[in-house]
């Protein structure tokens, strides 16, 4: 592993960003998981 991103999480997230944004026109992973989290909102309040 690179001891720069294992100090530095969001050094890595950066680089998946950059790369999801190059592939797909936007930051893929933030789009999804934000869906999921707004799902389980709506199952937790009814």
Not at 19 to 41: I, S, V
């Amino acid at each position: 592993m690179n001891p720069r991103t294992e100090r530095y999480p969001s050094e890595t997230f950066r680089v998946l960003k950059n790369n999801e944004t190059r592939e797909f026109g936007e930051y893929h992973t933030a789009r999804h998981t934000l869906a999921a989290r707004n799902k389980l909102e709506e199952n937790k309040n009814g």
